[in-house]
């Protein structure tokens, strides 16, 4: 019995670990995006017109 509870446990563990690596690389990825964007959207200020 306990091992069937150590296995399961090991593989949430696994998956958790492997799904917080994906979402810092998600979550990287995209600050890197917003950046270029942002720093797109400073260097044509000057042509917006109000």
Do not use: C, P
Request: charged share 20%; hydrophobic share 55%; glycine share 12%.
């Amino acid at each position: 019995m306990n091992e069937k509870v150590y296995s399961t446990m090991k593989k949430v563990g696994a998956w958790n670990i492997a799904f917080g690596v994906v979402l810092i690389a998600v979550g990287v990825s995209i600050g890197i995006m917003q950046i270029v964007h942002g720093g797109r959207l400073l260097a044509d200020k000057k042509e917006i017109m109000f």
